[in-house]
Structure formats: structure tokens, C-alpha cells
């Protein structure tokens, strides 16, 4: 689930009798560049476990770096639907070769579930000949494309080995243990959305009339309209009420009241987002360690709605091109950026070299991109009149100041800076590029390098945020 936790069935580690003598060993199977040894986990390391029909454990163990490449898979909040694809991976006797587990391939259709139900069915294409070749798929993640859906538990009886029960995501996502462990208390995130709503709201009583009118049940109070807003509402709603209030407001020459309409969406959208997947990127922002970060998307925009969320505040997204349709920005502090010495009136083109010079560069493996980024930092972050310092640690001093700023506006102002870098798929060039990375992390702590590792596919996310350019390109429009 993240670089030190491992999700299983809860009976795989605690079975009944359990000899506490013998302790819990993990082996990564694939981990080819690692030691093919067991990795022993203590009794302290099994940090959570589901009680009666929860059958689930997190356990505690570090992710080889060889796989920390791979983009985590997410515990979606949904309910599985009736006749769903599923598939997955994992190791059942049946696939036993050679007195070895090998991983088998399993896939097929899923079944839907009763709201009081513990778990749901999981039907398999290719059944095992007998019931005992399923043992050891047990802690096996049901995945429907890039989801997990839930976890096997258990092979029912008499029905020909063709069923397997599951523990649905959205259930352990609802154990606040669980939600704990894996860092999902959403309080903050969700009571700092509130106050950006009730700030925006504050300035336009129209679109607060329209919101009124528009939500179901009428909301009473600004309070209930926020709660309203911040509901589970499927996206489509979401961008449907925002465009339509924002086409009321242009309508009424109310350039504040469209304003507005944006900016609501820009702050509920990272507040709403994917907890399992905000909670992770917040984490694994700070350590110095995680000197690249897959995220599960394809698009800039979103990668700019997940670092907002990790940061509590509303999406920065930059404007788009005039006259574009259906463009997708990135977002504000998405660098590189305009300097403020910016060699042109607006520092755009500025903006753009350093851009194409700084890809250029980073995607042949250029061991000058360090050096080079590093100057990119100081003219983006540094006054000119502090950059010309010709003591012998002038530059030392220099990295700390802007480590230090960096920092400052993490801490002070929740804006945390973020350079997307586009991986080589030479492998000698992906090292040298990692590397570099690594670097750069150590010596700017709070900068965060991203990876977009991809998620339910670029046509999917941009049916679903296609909206948004709406919504953006309109306002934009009112803007001239």
C-alpha cells in the first residue's frame, strides 16, 4: 500500500493456535536485484488487524528500492458492480512448480453486495481442479484496472471452486484503525477545505443564492451549503453546478460571482480526491529518502489537484493559452516558472527556455542538469543582488538559503514546490537521472520530484476533468 506497508488477510498471520516461536517472514518475489532471503517481521511490525468479519492486517516492511518504480495500487471507496472485470496475481498450490510458488494469473467476473454484507464474490474463469490448490491466495488484491476492490479471504465450500470472497475496500477504509494506520485521518484536509469555502463564499452572497437554489434540499446557511459541497457528489455534478452558476454569473456581468464559481471547484477538488492516494504523497513528500514519487495519473492537472490536497489548500493552476478548448494546465508551482528577473517584460519566454533547456537536459542523463537546476533555483528563488557573492562559500550559502525558503513556504504558507520528471526508458540514463535526483533532494529537502506513472488511462481522465478546461477557459475568456 506504501514503501513500508504491506496489506494481507488477517488469518494469514494470525491463524488459530499461532506458534508466537515462529515469527512472520516476507520474501519479494521479484525483487531480482535484492537478497532472495526471507525478511523476518516482528510482532511490533503487524500494526493492524480487522476484528470478526474484517479479515485484514497491515504489516510494517520496507519496499526493495528496485521496486519503489512501480506506482502503489489504490483501495477505491466503491462498491463492486454486478459482471465487472477483475484480475490479479497471486500464489495458489495450483501454480506450485518445482516445490516453488510461482505467481498465477487469475482474473474473471465479480459480484455485487448487499450494504450489510461483509464481503463480496469473486468469480474465477479458470478454477482450480480441486479446493485445496486455492490455498495461499489468501491476501490476493482484487483489481479492477488500477482499483483494488478488496482483498481475498476465503474459498467457499460447493460451488465447484469457481467462487472466492473478498473484504471490500470501502470497509476497511470505514475501520478508523486501519484509516489511522495507513494515515487517512481526513480531519485537517477536510476542515481546511471548510474554511477556503467559507472564506470564497464570504465574498459573493449571489453564487451563495445560486448554491441555495441549486443543491438538493434547499440548504439553510452557508454551513450547509459548504457540508453540501463537500459531499461525496459524483464530479460530473461537481463541474455540472459550478459552470452552470459560473454562466449565470457572466450572464448577470457579475465578473466576481464567476470568479468565485471557479475558485470553489479548484478548492473542493483536492479536498475530495483520493485519500489513500493524498495521504501517501504527504508522507513520503517530507522524506528526504523518496527522492521521486510516482503518481497514479497522467495529467499535469491532476498531479497539481494531488499536491494541493497534500498541502491543504485549494488547486494553483496556471491560465490557459487564449482561445484553447479543452486544454489541461499545470499547475503554478509546478517548476520551472517565471524568475522574477524574467529576461522578457513578463518572464514567459524565460519561463519556456528554462523549461526546454532544464527537459533537454535531465532527459539525456546530462550530469550538468544538477548544476544546471540548482542555477535554475537560485535565479527563481534568490534577489538578484544576493546571487553575486564572491565568498569562497558564497554557494554553499546560496543552497541553504534557498533550502531554507523552500522550507519556509512548506511550513508558513502550505506551498510545496514540485519538478515533474519524465524518466528515461534507457536504463543507464534512468540511473544517472535518479541519481541526480537524489541528489538534488538531499540538498533541497522540500522539494518534491514526481513521476507521472499513470492511472486509469489518459483517455479516462480526461473524459472526467475534460470540465475543468471549461470551467478555466471561460473564466479566462471573461477575463479579456
Known amino acids: 500500500m506504501t514503501n513500508d506497508l504491506i496489506l494481507t488477510s488477517r488469518h494469514v498471520v494470525q491463524p488459530e493456535n499461532r506458534d508466537d516461536a515462529k515469527p512472520i517472514r516476507i520474501k519479494w518475489f521479484y525483487a531480482k536485484d535484492e537478497p532472495s532471503d526471507w525478511i523476518s517481521i516482528g510482532q511490533d511490525d ?55 510458488r510461482e505467481p498465477g494469473q487469475f482474473g474473471g467476473t465479480l459480484r455485487t453486495m448487499a450494504e450489510g454484507d461483509s464481503f463480496f464474490e469473486v468469480i474465477e474463469d479458470a478454477e482450480p481442479t480441486a479446493e485445496d490448490q486455492w490455498k495461499g491466495v489468501s491476501g490476493m488484491p482484487v483489481f479492477v484496472g488500477s482499483e483494488i476492490l478488496g482483498v481475498v479471504k476465503h474459498v467457499p ?49 449571489e453564487v451563495v443564492g445560486d448554491l441555495t437554489s441549486a443543491l438538493p434540499g434547499n440548504p439553510s446557511g452557508l454551513d450547509q451549503v459548504i457540508e453540501q459541497l463537500l459531499a461525496h457528489q459524483p464530479l460530473e455534478s461537481l463541474f455540472h453546478l459550478a459552470l452552470s452558476i459560473q454562466e449565470k454569473r457572466r450572464n448577470k456581468k457579475d465578473r466576481n460571482g464567476e470568479k468565485v464559481a471557479r475558485d470553489l471547484v479548484l478548492a473542493i477538488l483536492p479536498a475530495i480526491h483520493d485519500a489513500v492516494i493524498v495521504s501517501d504523497v504527504r508522507r513520503r513528500k517530507s522524506d528526504a529518502n523518496e527522492y521521486l514519487i510516482a503518481l497514479p495519473t497522467e495529467l499535469r492537472t491532476l498531479a497539481e489537484i494531488i499536491m494541493a490536497g497534500t498541502d491543504r489548500r485549494a488547486a494553483r493552476l496556471r491560465p490557459p493559452p487564449p482561445k484553447a478548448k479543452g486544454y489541461f494546465p499545470a499547475g503554478e508551482l509546478n517548476l520551472p516558472e517565471p524568475p522574477e528577473s524574467g529576461r522578457d517584460a513578463d518572464g514567459k519566454q524565460f519561463a519556456k527556455d528554462w523549461h ?98 499513470g492511472g486509469k488511462g489518459l483517455h479516462v481522465e480526461r473524459r472526467r476533468y475534460r470540465p475543468l478546461c471549461d470551467l478555466l477557459s471561460e473564466d479566462s475568456e471573461s477575463n479579456r
Open 356 to 453: 526546454t533547456h532544464l527537459v533537454d537536459v535531465f532527459g539525456k542523463g546530462d550530469a550538468d542538469f544538477h548544476r544546471e537546476f540548482r542555477m535554475y533555483l537560485k535565479e527563481r528563488f534568490i534577489q538578484s543582488d544576493m546571487r553575486s557573492r564572491s565568498t569562497g562559500d558564497a554557494e554553499e550559502k546560496l543552497r541553504q538559503s534557498i533550502a531554507g525558503e523552500l522550507k519556509y513556504l512548506v511550513e508558513t504558507e502550505r506551498l510545496t514546490y514540485y519538478f515533474i520528471a519524465e524518466i528515461s526508458t534507457n536504463s543507464e540514463v534512468a540511473k544517472q537521472q535518479e541519481a541526480m535526483l537524489a541528489q538534488l533532494k538531499t540538498d533541497f529537502p522540500s522539494l518534491v520530484f514526481l513521476r507521472l506513472a
Open 157 to 205: 465450500q460447493n460451488f465447484s471452486h469457481k467462487k472466492l470472497e473478498a473484504v471490500p475496500s470501502w470497509r476497511l477504509r470505514q475501520d478508523e484503525g486501519f484509516r489511522k494506520a495507513l494515515g487517512l485521518d481526513e480531519h485537517e484536509r477536510l476542515e481546511s477545505a471548510r474554511q477556503l469555502l467559507h472564506n470564497l463564499l464570504e465574498k459573493s452572497n
Open 46 to 100: 503487524l500494526i493492524w488487524t480487522g476484528e470478526k468479519n474484517l479479515d485484514a492486517a497491515l504489516i510494517r516492511c520496507q519496499r526493495p528500492e528496485s521496486l519503489r518504480k512501480f506506482p502503489f495500487g489504490r483501495l477505491t471507496e466503491r462498491k463492486p458492480t454486478d459482471g465487472e472485470r477483475w484480475q490479479s496475481t497471486g500464489f495458489a498450490r495450483a501454480n506450485k512448480r518445482d516445490d516453488v
